[in-house]
């Protein structure tokens, strides 16, 4: 096992070289799962399909109380079974030990609940060798009952630490502005181990709901590697109904913010994030949520000797400064609030602000 592997998530090594000689004999496939049901035997089924299958798969158990695990020994008995010792309700541990417990240089992170085109692992390979500075290709989510429909895609990083929107709804479109682009979060994703142990694998302070698998991507961005996402690589997940997720939200951005900005970007964001934050907690409070808020900022508060420590090292490891690797194009809203049409109308306004404000606050940084 290589040593980088066995560091503590979340720490940023420095001088790591991104440009670096790579094969692609080999690579491993791990799904995470946590009461996955049939479903994962179905996702495990899909990898299995795809061009050239890998030379491992992993099923890495969060500790299920249904039988998902039995099924998947009954079914695919080739499936290297990785439990977790604990529950942890934490993505983050889970794909952190898919890493540690994976054989190959590339390793495939995949929930349990999808399903692979045949040719997705193909085009993200074929991207992965043709940049030799990508650290991590990502697919394109779509939705089961309408698969021309983009439900996720890896995207830029607001300088307000927030979701932007969608830059294109269909695959068509996608297509149609042609091949890979830079963007961060999104769980099926293809990653160069090594690459990722230079940047400290995921952070396990993190919380489910937002970020969790995009701060990764942010630290790879900074010490200069390249995330990418693929409109060839395809993966169809079931429709589900979203729910809210403020405590992750609001205790994963501010997380984030303090840990990976650069102190001067904090501060000549500080106006517009201060104006963003009201307007925040204003649909908190109209929205009940308020204990949430509280509990993500009072948690945050609890980790901030951690995060002063995190903050050292990324800054330590840094290559690329925050004005490179951030954006300010549209905020995007959760998906069980794109229905309301006084939010989505808002958003539109106050997009053109921030990205004005970003135009001037990149003269200064």
């Given at each position: 096992?290589?040593?980088?592997?066995?560091?503590?998530?979340?720490?940023?090594?420095?001088?790591?070289?991104?440009?670096?000689?790579?094969?692609?004999?080999?690579?491993?496939?791990?799904?995470?799962?946590?009461?996955?049901?049939?479903?994962?035997?179905?996702?495990?089924?899909?990898?299995?399909?795809?061009?050239?299958?890998?030379?491992?798969?992993?099923?890495?158990?969060?500790?299920?109380?249904?039988?998902?695990?039995?099924?998947?020994?009954?079914?695919?008995?080739?499936?290297?079974?990785?439990?977790?010792?604990?529950?942890?309700?934490?993505?983050?541990?889970?794909?952190?030990?898919?890493?540690?417990?994976?054989?190959?240089?590339?390793?495939?992170?995949?929930?349990?609940?999808?399903?692979?085109?045949?040719?997705?692992?193909?085009?993200?390979?074929?991207?992965?060798?043709?940049?030799?500075?990508?650290?991590?290709?990502?697919?394109?989510?779509?939705?089961?009952?309408?698969?021309?429909?983009?439900?996720?895609?890896?995207?830029?990083?607001?300088?307000?630490?927030?979701?932007?929107?969608?830059?294109?709804?269909?695959?068509?479109?996608?297509?149609?502005?042609?091949?890979?682009?830079?963007?961060?979060?999104?769980?099926?994703?293809?990653?160069?181990?090594?690459?990722?142990?230079?940047?400290?694998?995921?952070?396990?302070?993190?919380?489910?709901?937002?970020?969790?698998?995009?701060?990764?991507?942010?630290?790879?961005?900074?010490?200069?590697?390249?995330?990418?996402?693929?409109?060839?690589?395809?993966?169809?997940?079931?429709?589900?109904?979203?729910?809210?997720?403020?405590?992750?939200?609001?205790?994963?951005?501010?997380?984030?913010?303090?840990?990976?900005?650069?102190?001067?970007?904090?501060?000549?964001?500080?106006?517009?994030?201060?104006?963003?934050?009201?307007?925040?907690?204003?649909?908190?409070?109209?929205?009940?949520?308020?204990?949430?808020?509280?509990?993500?900022?009072?948690?945050?508060?609890?980790?901030?000797?951690?995060?002063?420590?995190?903050h050292r090292r990324v800054q330590g490891g840094r290559r690329v400064s925050d004005k490179q690797v951030l954006s300010a194009i549209d905020l995007g809203l959760p998906r069980h609030l794109m229905g309301r049409k006084g939010l989505v109308l808002l958003m539109r306004p106050l997009s053109l602000c921030l990205r004005w404000y970003w135009s001037i606050a990149g003269l200064i940084l």
């Amino acid at each position: 096992m290589n040593d980088a592997l066995d560091r503590n998530p979340g720490v940023a090594a420095p001088g790591a070289d991104p440009h670096v000689e790579r094969t692609l004999a080999g690579w491993s496939a791990a799904v995470i799962n946590f009461n996955g049901g049939s479903l994962a035997c179905d996702t495990l089924a899909s990898i299995k399909a795809t061009w050239s299958p890998p030379a491992e798969i992993l099923l890495v158990d969060d500790q299920s109380t249904d039988q998902s695990v039995a099924m998947v020994r009954a079914r695919h008995p080739d499936v290297r079974i990785v439990p977790m010792p604990d529950h942890t309700g934490h993505p983050s541990a889970v794909r952190n030990a898919a890493l540690r417990a994976a054989r190959h240089g590339f390793v495939l992170l995949c929930d349990n609940d999808v399903h692979l085109a045949p040719d997705a692992v193909q085009h993200l390979m074929a991207t992965m060798q043709s940049h030799a500075d990508a650290a991590v290709c990502s697919a394109v989510v779509v939705y089961d009952d309408d698969p021309g429909s983009i439900q996720m895609r890896a995207h830029p990083l607001h300088f307000l630490c927030w979701s932007t929107a969608l830059q294109e709804r269909t695959l068509a479109e996608a297509r149609a502005r042609g091949g890979a682009r830079d963007g961060i979060g999104c769980g099926i994703q293809l990653v160069a181990r090594e690459q990722a142990a230079a940047a400290g694998l995921f952070d396990e302070n993190l919380t489910l709901g937002w970020m969790d698998d995009a701060d990764l991507h942010h630290r790879l961005n900074i010490l200069g590697y390249r995330c990418l996402s693929v409109p060839e690589a395809v993966v169809v997940h079931r429709r589900v109904r979203s729910v809210s997720r403020i405590y992750g939200q609001i205790h994963n951005r501010w997380y984030v913010m303090l840990s990976h900005y650069q102190l001067r970007t904090l501060i000549v964001i500080a106006p517009a994030l201060v104006m963003f934050e009201l307007l925040l907690l204003g649909y908190v409070l109209l929205s009940g949520e308020a204990g949430s808020y509280v509990r993500a900022l009072r948690d945050v508060v609890a980790k901030l000797p951690q995060i002063r420590e995190l903050h050292r090292r990324v800054q330590g490891g840094r290559r690329v400064s925050d004005k490179q690797v951030l954006s300010a194009i549209d905020l995007g809203l959760p998906r069980h609030l794109m229905g309301r049409k006084g939010l989505v109308l808002l958003m539109r306004p106050l997009s053109l602000c921030l990205r004005w404000y970003w135009s001037i606050a990149g003269l200064i940084l």
